[in-house]
């Protein structure tokens, strides 16, 4: 049995409650739902620190590890850490360098 995933659309990012959240509206089902911005960042820091602990490994081992590394600790790890956001309210990273 395949399962599907519905389209959806991206409505605009608002202040609900005092916390930055994407209004999402689904074309296949008549509701839409919110996603708080803050869980999108934690969300994304922790799939790169799940990719490192499934490669724990081999990735250690490999060139580019230690500048993707260094990488990850400024641009993800360190300002999430200091309460900043990692994306800008169209989903761009906000601290790529």
Do not use: T
Not at 8 to 28: Q, Y
Not at 39 to 53: H, V
Not at 71 to 80: D, H, S
């Amino acid at each position: 049995k395949s399962i599907g995933i519905s389209p959806l659309l991206v409505i605009r990012i608002f202040d609900r409650e005092r916390s930055p959240c994407v209004k999402i509206i689904s074309f296949s089902a008549p509701r839409s739902f919110y996603i708080c911005m803050g869980m999108i960042d934690c969300c994304f820091a922790l799939n790169i620190l799940l990719g490192i602990l499934m490669h724990c490994g081999r990735w250690p081992g490999e060139e580019w590890f230690p500048a993707r590394l260094k990488r990850w600790c400024r641009e993800v790890f360190e300002p999430l850490a200091g309460g900043e956001a990692l994306f800008s309210d169209d989903f761009y990273l906000l601290h790529v360098k």
